[in-house]
């Protein structure tokens, strides 16, 4: 059973699913806004606040548990990406939708970019389920 890892990939699984849910609700609010707003500020703030640190997360929960591998871990993390995976799908599907004079490149190329990022932390999900538990090396 692991320790501190599972609750990093806990925070994890957290974190992406706020960043999709934020992106989201973003992209519904550009198809028909009712103030102005600057999509490329808020989605900088957005990744700021929950894909990059949510990333970090993923990958210290992975660098934590490689070692012995961890199927509970590995399903974590691999939710997690499967949660931001869809989350930017979903994201994806509303851009035609978007208001003309805010489909700019940003907005057209973050979802894409995450579901590239989301395709790495289920690797990394998928991988702990492979990792067999190694021995401990005794110096006598």
Same mark, same amino acid.
């Given at each position: 059973?692991?320790?501190?890892? *599972?609750?990093?990939?806990? $925070?994890? #699984?957290?974190?992406?699913?706020?960043?999709?849910?934020?992106?989201?609700?973003?992209?519904?609010?550009?198809?028909?806004?009712? &103030?102005?707003?600057?999509?490329?500020? *808020?989605? #900088?703030?957005?990744?700021?606040?929950?894909? $990059?640190?949510?990333?970090?997360?993923?990958?210290?929960?992975?660098?934590?548990?490689?070692?012995?591998?961890? *199927?509970?871990?590995?399903?974590?993390?691999?939710?997690?990406?499967?949660?931001?995976? &869809?989350?930017?799908?979903? $994201?994806?599907?509303?851009? /035609?939708?978007?208001?003309?004079?805010?489909?700019?490149?940003?907005? *057209?190329? &973050?979802?894409?970019?995450?579901?590239?990022?989301?395709? $790495?932390?289920?690797?990394?999900?998928?991988? #702990?389920?492979?990792?067999?538990?190694? /021995?401990?090396?005794?110096?006598?």
């Amino acid at each position: 059973m692991a320790g501190i890892e *599972k609750y990093v990939a806990i $925070a994890a #699984l957290g974190l992406f699913a706020m960043f999709a849910g934020e992106v989201n609700v973003f992209y519904n609010y550009l198809t028909s806004p009712n &103030v102005d707003t600057e999509p490329e500020a *808020k989605l #900088l703030m957005y990744i700021s606040i929950g894909a $990059a640190p949510g990333a970090i997360m993923a990958g210290t929960a992975f660098v934590m548990s490689k070692r012995y591998g961890s *199927k509970q871990i590995g399903s974590i993390v691999l939710a997690s990406g499967i949660v931001l995976f &869809v989350g930017m799908i979903i $994201a994806n599907s509303v851009l /035609p939708r978007i208001d003309t004079n805010y489909q700019i490149y940003t907005v *057209k190329i &973050v979802p894409q970019v995450f579901m590239g990022v989301a395709v $790495a932390v289920m690797a990394a999900g998928g991988f #702990l389920f492979r990792t067999k538990k190694r /021995p401990i090396k005794e110096f006598f």
